[in-house]
Each structure stands twice: as C-alpha cells, then as structure tokens.
C-alpha cells in the first residue's frame, strides 16, 4: 500500500532518540522490528487523521499528539535509561505512543450513527449502525442535565451553544471508550504480528495500551520479566508508566476539564478553539529533575482548568514514583542498571494571566468560585427552612428503600430471576433507646457507593450516569422517587446516632461483602466495618433523641398510620411494625382509598349539585387514584348560576328584596342570599349571607410517596413558583402520579414547583376527568358544560384538557 504520509511522518520519528537508538540496535540483526514500526507508525498516523474530520477543534490527538509524547518519553527516560532498556522495551515504547489513541478515531459509520440521537424517527442502513447508535444512546441517555441544556439552548436559538455541547458530548464518549476501542483495532488488525523474533507481543501491546486509561495502580498486574527470546526480556510495567506520563505530560486534551466543561453553559463561555491553544502550552521543561509549564492565560477559567490539570499530574506523579521505585529495585535485582525518577510536583512559577501592551494583566486571577460552609449549610439543610418537619426522616429513609428495590426489581428480571421487594419499618425499644428501623432487599451499597454518592451531600446516585447505565442496562422503568442527594442528613433532625448494615447486588449470585457503618452525628467520621449481613440489602437504624422525638406521643396504631400517611400507594408490600402491632401497606390499600375521604362537611347533599365519582385505573396514563366533581344543576342540566328564591316582602311600607342563588365558582360552589333581622333598637337590617358547597380538597403522592401540600391553596397564599389548581369546578381527590410520569418538587419534597412537567400533568389531569364526565352525560348536556367551564375558566391547561375529550 502507497504511504501517502511517509514524507510528514518519517522524518520526524528519524529525529526520535528512542528510533535511533533501535535503529542502530537492530542494523545486523532484527531488522524486522524497524519495519514494523516504520508500518505501525504510517497505520496509526493515517488513521489520526480522521479524528479532526469527527471532532473539529474539539481534540487534538492528531501526529502532532503521537510526536510530543514520543518526545516526553525521551526527556523523562533520559540518554542513560534509554541505552539500558532492551530492544523489546524499545519497541513496545514506540509502539504504545503510537496505538494508545488509535481508539480516538472511530469509523466514521459510528460517528454518523451516534449523532442520529438528535434526529428525530431516526431509521439504520443495518445492525452495526443500529448497535453504535444504542451504545451512545445509552451514554446519552445517563446524562439528562446536559439533554435538558441542549434542548434549552435550542428553543432559545442559540444553536452554536447546543451544538458545543453535542460535541462535547461526543468526544467524551469517544474518550472513556477510547481505550477499549483501540485494544479492539489492535485485535483485528495487528494480531499475531506484533513480533520480537518469535515472539508475539500483540496481547502485551494492548494490554499497555489499556492501562493508560485504567487506575495507575493496575500497572503492577503487568509482568515485570516478560521473556521475548534467549536472555532477552520485557519490563512491561515501565513500558505502561512512561507511557501514561507521557501522554499525560501533553496536557491530554480528552480529559475534558471539568471547569471549563461547566462554564460551557455561562452566558459568555470560553471557546474550545481558545483552550486549545493554551493545551499546547507555550514553553515547557521535562527531565527527570523538573516539569514545568508556561502558559500566558487570556480567562481566568483557562488558568483555573491548567492549575487543574497540575493537580491531576502531581497526583499521577505521587503514585508513579512509588511504582517506579518499585521497578527499579526489582531490576536492580536482575542486575539492569535502569533506575528511573520523575519530580513528585509540577513547577507552575510560569503559568500566569496574559498582559495587554499597557502591562497590565488582562484580568485579576483568584481560584474564587463559589464554596459551602459546611457548618452553615447544614444548619440550613437540618432546621425547618428547608425540611420543615422532622417526620421527614422517614419519608426520605424510604424513598431510598423504594428506589434501590425498584432498581433491583428491573436488575432481577433482566436476569431472568425471581425476586420479592421488601421493605419493614419498625418502631421499637432497645434496652434505654427508642429505635426506627428500615430495612430493605434492594441494591444495597458497596464502598465506591457510600464514598461517591451516600457520605456526599447533594450528589445523588439517583441523577448520576452511574445510575442510569444500570437502568439502561436492566431496562427499568421507573421514575427515582430520591432526587436531591441532601436526604439522610434528614435522619439527623430526630436521631444522634445512624446505624447503617448493607451489601450490594452486582451480578447473579454475586454482591459485595457486606458492611457496617456507624456515624455518630452529621459531622462525624464515618466508622465502617466489615458488616455480616447475609443477603443484598440495606437496613438503617435511628438511635432517635430522647425527650425529641416527633413520634414518642403518639400511641403504637397512630404511628402506624402516621406512616401509612406517607407512603401512600407503594409499588410493593410494606410491612410496618411496632412492639404489639404491625399493618401491610400495598397498592391494594391505595385502591381501597377513595375521594370521600377528602370530603369535607361542604360535600353535603344538594338537590342542585350532581356529584361524578371517577376511578382512574389507567397507570399508563401515570395517574391513578379516585375524584369527586361537582356540577351545578338545573333541571338535569349543567348551569353556571341558579336563583333559587327571589322574594319582595313590605315591611312598615318599605320593601325588601330576599334572594338566594347558588353559583359554580373557581375550585367550589358558593350559595349566598340576603336576609332581614331585627335589631334590638327594633331596627330592620339587611343582611348578606354565604354558604360553600363542595370545597375543593386535594392529596397527592408522587410514585408512591406523599407530597404533604394541597394543590388548592388559596391565591394570596402560593409561594413564587408553587403550583395552584384553579379550575371551573370543585374537585376533591386522591391521586398518585405514577409510571415515567413526574412532577419538579422543591428540596424538601413539601410542594411542586412550575415546570412543563407540571403543565403535562394538569392537561393530562384536566382530560382525564373531563373526558369520565363526558361519558356520563349526553351529547348536549356536555356541550352546555364545555359552554360554562369556557367562559368561566382561563386556565390554559384545563382547556386544551378538556378540549381534547370528543363526543
């Protein structure tokens, strides 16, 4: 095959200290390595060339990429290292810069297939389109903040800025699937010909090339005297450290900053191509004494993502000197004069802010961004501003339960195996304590869980990738009822002491061991043990405050109902149980709940008021429950207002006017009259008088879960942003928004806030009750009703509701 880029890349690798040195090695015998890599290096330079076809400015992993690490291997090997390394060694060197990233450049099918996630209907010319475009799409779909900014940026019309993050998206799939992406190239078109005499050293060559992206610690599983021939061996773990250094050196630009990944979606973001430039970096100095970087910085999110970056490589060269000195012990030992080092920190003297011609810099730099007092925003997070009630404690301790059995349920039948949801609350004596249990057989935890997610307050699991890859995997359908990741704090407001015994599920009949934590206030360190619990699970134990606690003066039935009352309609048995009693909760006791139980004294019988109970059975619809609507009426027909008694009465010769009527009004129907009394000076006084017919009542749980607000809360009393049902009819119901249905709820769980979401549901409610009415009655009396709600009503959402219902 003609090698097209010979000319760009061959005079380059001559210049390379590690080729020349193999080269001349190999003059009289194994001349076939130089060929080798002479075909290896013209492969993976032709390859590059298709990632800035994909990717635009957004990656630079190009020759230029390959060449500046070639060069860094050499600064931080040195001329001395260099000339004792083994020809093998040699070649794996070369050959690992020049395959690390070949992963980086993805068939342009794939590329083309990924990107058809933000078309709409989008269809495949066959299944190797289809596979690629489901595994971005589940990588996609575990990211739904940067979906929602990019649907924003969308309906705003700022195209460019959706399509940055679109991108970004893409080379961030690219990056953390790079690395298997190129062992895969490796095997299917390299095998069996990466050789050292007769030697194949294709699985060691992947192998070196996957740990650049793995944990540097698992460089240590690689064989440290691998024998390539007579005498002739392989440090295979040296090969893989210079390499991740290397690479790493180069100021890696697909490890995407997170700093200036987030301030993509600023009002002003710095532009990639901006970055781009100061990831080439200036100047800098490498050997084994000293790194250093210049960098003169134009925003100070540029000079806040390269001091990043220094912490990631000082990071990355604490560890590495720990293996390196491992290394050279073990080939002291072997009699190999190979003794590496590296600086344990990166000189930064240099990196500094850009001045205009005046001298002044550009701007003032600070690492100033936005940092929680702990103290502070605990004290918030405990106290009534955010939970309110300590009750709350509970409801979060089971969403939590609810959501890791949900998630096990999906896991399981993914398997193909049986499994039951369980969940026990428990309220009990333990010697001196007073005790609330919940225990479940759900996901359960494991270290990297409690480190990541459960000991870090505001990062849920639940809004994590981590979750939904899992989902994605396991095909679940479900809606997390925990959002916020601050909830266990909760458990603080009623209890000093957290006892937590859990396991987590990985696979069929495979879980983690188990574990025991203790936490002795919000403050605490963690005390973790080794736990003996048996199955997958998690049980969390509240020593509760004595003289505190919110259940202490209710009796053994009343805290039953009291949990009963937040866990409305659960998708699976809940078994409550105190010393002498214990109730099952389930979604048969959900059904069993009707709307009358929201009627109040208002609800009383009218001879002009026809009351419509409704069952809503539909959980495809994601809302379920019982209502009760009242309609006016007027001879069997829907009416907005209704004289019941006009009467003129003469009185010492003066007339007066006694009247009643009954009028539907927005959420209730309202009588009011006039009257005439006599006063004790034996005046005659005219008197206004009202009466209210079916008051509007309201609860509503969400998955399962309570949400302890009315959706009719008066007009002067609605917080900024809380939701209101104002409707042209009274309704009473109890309600539980269920299935991939959702709703947007403040922190604490107590309201809903506006959203579309929100909207969605109060069409969908609006149809839902109209279109049972509407069944009910005939042609004209609906007519007549659709007649009255439109004039009577401005609610944009009950409207298209109910305009949707046809007769």
């Known amino acids: 095959?003609?090698?097209?880029?010979?000319?760009?890349?061959?005079?380059?690798?001559?210049?390379?200290?590690?080729?020349?040195?193999?080269?001349?090695?190999?003059?009289?015998?194994?001349?076939?390595?130089?060929?080798?890599?002479?075909?290896?290096?013209?492969?993976?330079?032709?390859?590059?060339?298709?990632?800035?076809?994909?990717?635009?400015?957004?990656?630079?992993?190009?020759?230029?990429?390959?060449?500046?690490?070639?060069?860094?291997?050499?600064?931080?090997?040195?001329?001395?290292?260099?000339?004792?390394?083994?020809?093998?060694?040699?070649?794996?060197?070369?050959?690992?810069?020049?395959?690390?990233?070949?992963?980086?450049?993805?068939?342009?099918?794939?590329?083309?297939?990924?990107?058809?996630?933000?078309?709409?209907?989008?269809?495949?010319?066959?299944?190797?389109?289809k596979k690629a475009y489901d595994q971005f799409k589940r990588f996609y779909d575990a990211r739904p903040e940067q979906q929602e900014y990019i649907y924003r940026f969308i309906s705003q019309g700022k195209h460019s800025q959706a399509d940055n993050i679109k991108s970004f998206l893409i080379s961030e799939f690219i990056r953390q699937t790079h690395a298997d992406r190129a062992r895969d190239i490796i095997d299917w078109d390299w095998n069996g010909n990466i050789l050292f005499r007769d030697s194949d050293l294709t699985v060691e060559l992947a192998q070196i090339c996957y740990s650049h992206n793995e944990d540097a610690l698992k460089l240590l599983d690689l064989e440290k005297n691998h024998l390539c021939a007579v005498d002739i061996s392989a440090c295979l773990p040296i090969v893989g450290v210079i390499l991740r250094l290397a690479d790493i050196l180069d100021f890696d630009s697909k490890r995407t900053p997170a700093i200036l990944f987030s301030h993509l979606y600023v009002r002003n973001p710095v532009s990639l191509q901006e970055w781009n430039k100061h990831r080439?970096?200036?100047?800098?100095?490498?050997?084994?004494?000293?790194?250093?970087?210049?960098?003169?910085?134009?925003?100070?999110?540029?000079?806040?993502?390269?001091?990043?970056?220094?912490?990631?490589?000082?990071?990355?060269?604490?560890?590495?000197?720990?293996?390196?000195?491992?290394?050279?012990?073990?080939?002291?030992?072997?009699?190999?004069?190979?003794?590496?080092?590296?600086?344990?920190?990166?000189?930064?003297?240099?990196?500094?802010?850009?001045?205009?011609?005046?001298?002044?810099?550009?701007?003032?730099?600070?690492?100033?961004?936005?940092?929680?007092?702990?103290?502070?925003?605990?004290?918030?997070?405990?106290?009534?501003?955010?939970?309110?009630?300590?009750?709350?404690?509970?409801?979060?301790?089971?969403?939590?339960?609810?959501?890791?059995?949900?998630?096990?349920?999906?896991?399981?039948k993914n398997w193909r195996n049986p499994y039951e949801p369980w969940i026990i609350v428990k309220y009990y004596k333990e010697n001196e304590d007073t005790i609330l249990e919940v225990s479940d057989n759900g996901t359960g935890m494991d270290q990297y869980i409690i480190d990541t997610y459960y000991s870090r307050v505001g990062s849920s699991f639940y809004k994590s990738a981590d979750f939904y890859n899992?989902?994605?995997?396991?095909?679940?359908?479900?809606?997390?009822?925990?959002?916020?990741?601050?909830?266990?704090?909760?458990?603080?407001?009623?209890?000093?002491?957290?006892?937590?015994?859990?396991?987590?599920?990985?696979?069929?009949?495979?879980?983690?061991?188990?574990?025991?934590?203790?936490?002795?206030?919000?403050?605490?360190?963690?005390?973790?043990?080794?736990?003996?619990?048996?199955?997958?699970?998690?049980?969390?134990?509240?020593?509760?405050?004595?003289?505190?606690?919110?259940?202490?003066?209710?009796?053994?039935?009343?805290?039953?109902?009291?949990?009963?009352?937040?866990?409305?309609?659960?998708?699976?048995?809940?078994?409550?149980?105190?010393?002498?009693?214990?109730?099952?909760?389930?979604?048969?006791?959900?059904?069993?709940?009707?709307?009358?139980?929201?009627?109040?004294?208002?609800?009383?019988?009218?001879?002009?008021?026809r009351k419509f109970e409704i069952e809503l059975n539909d959980k495809s619809t994601g809302i379920i429950g019982s209502v009760a609507a009242a309609i006016l009426e007027s001879h069997g027909e829907p009416v907005l207002e209704l004289d019941l008694k006009i009467r003129q009465v003469d009185i010492e010769g003066k007339p007066y006017k006694l009247q009643k009527s009954i009028r539907i009004e927005e959420n209730l129907i309202k009588e009011t009259g006039t009257s005439i009394t006599i006063n004790d000076d034996g005046e005659i006084k005219e008197d206004k008088s009202s009466k209210q017919y079916a008051r509007s009542a309201s609860r509503l749980s969400l998955h399962g879960i309570e949400v302890p607000t009315s959706l009719f809360t008066e007009w002067y009393e609605v917080k900024n942003n809380q939701v209101r049902l104002a409707w042209p009819l009274p309704l009473a119901f109890v309600i539980d928004v269920c299935g991939n249905r959702d709703?947007?709820?403040?922190?604490?769980?107590?309201?809903?806030?506006?959203?579309?979401?929100?909207?969605?549901?109060?069409?969908?409610?609006?149809?839902?009750?109209?279109?049972?009415?509407?069944?009910?009655?005939?042609?004209?009396?609906?007519?007549?009703?659709?007649?009255?709600?439109?004039?009577?009503?401005?609610?944009?959402?009950?409207?298209s509701g109910m305009n949707r219902v046809t007769k």
């Open 470 to 609: 899992l989902k994605s995997e396991s095909n679940a359908d479900f809606t997390p009822t925990s959002r916020f990741g601050i909830g266990i704090l909760s458990c603080f407001m009623v209890a000093d002491t957290l006892m937590v015994d859990t396991k987590r599920l990985y696979k069929p009949h495979k879980s983690s061991e188990p574990l025991s934590i203790t936490v002795e206030g919000q403050e605490s360190i963690f005390l973790i043990q080794s736990g003996s619990r048996d199955i997958p699970g998690t049980t969390t134990k509240l020593v509760l405050r004595k003289n505190r606690n919110p259940w202490e003066d209710l009796s053994e039935e009343e805290f039953i109902k009291s949990v009963e009352r937040v866990i409305p309609n659960p998708p699976f048995k809940i078994n409550i149980i105190t010393t002498t009693s214990s109730k099952i909760r389930d979604e048969n006791s959900f059904v069993e709940t009707k709307a009358i139980s929201m009627q109040d004294s208002t609800w009383r019988e009218h001879e002009n008021i």
């Open 743 to 799: 709703l947007d709820l403040n922190s604490p769980r107590t309201e809903i806030i506006i959203s579309d979401k929100w909207f969605s549901f109060e069409e969908e409610f609006a149809y839902l009750i109209c279109n049972e009415i509407a069944k009910n009655v005939d042609k004209l009396y609906w007519d007549k009703l659709k007649e009255i709600f439109t004039a009577q009503s401005k609610n944009k959402m009950f409207l």
């Open 280 to 412: 080439a970096i200036e100047a800098w100095e490498i050997n084994p004494d000293i790194i250093q970087f210049s960098a003169k910085c134009t925003h100070p999110a540029i000079e806040a993502s390269i001091h990043q970056f220094c912490n990631f490589i000082d990071h990355e060269l604490s560890i590495c000197n720990n293996i390196v000195s491992s290394l050279n012990e073990f080939n002291a030992s072997k009699g190999r004069e190979i003794h590496i080092k590296f600086p344990f920190k990166v000189n930064r003297e240099k990196i500094v802010t850009k001045k205009d011609v005046r001298g002044e810099p550009l701007y003032l730099y600070r690492d100033t961004q936005f940092n929680l007092s702990k103290r502070q925003v605990i004290d918030l997070l405990m106290g009534t501003k955010l939970y309110g009630k300590p009750q709350v404690a509970l409801r979060e301790l089971l969403q939590n339960s609810i959501d890791a059995c949900l998630l096990r349920q999906a896991q399981e």
């Open 1 to 129: 095959m003609a090698d097209d880029y010979k000319d760009e890349y061959l005079p380059r690798l001559e210049k390379s200290l590690l080729y020349a040195t193999i080269k001349e090695r190999t003059k009289e015998k194994d001349e076939e390595v130089i060929v080798l890599i002479n075909s290896a290096v013209s492969y993976s330079f032709q390859r590059t060339k298709t990632i800035l076809r994909h990717m635009g400015e957004y990656t630079l992993h190009d020759g230029d990429h390959l060449f500046r690490v070639l060069n860094i291997m050499e600064r931080l090997l040195g001329k001395k290292n260099i000339a004792n390394l083994s020809t093998p060694e040699l070649m794996l060197l070369i050959l690992s810069v020049f395959f690390h990233d070949i992963g980086m450049s993805p068939d342009e099918k794939e590329v083309l297939a990924w990107k058809k996630v933000w078309d709409n209907n989008p269809d495949f010319l066959n299944d190797y389109e």
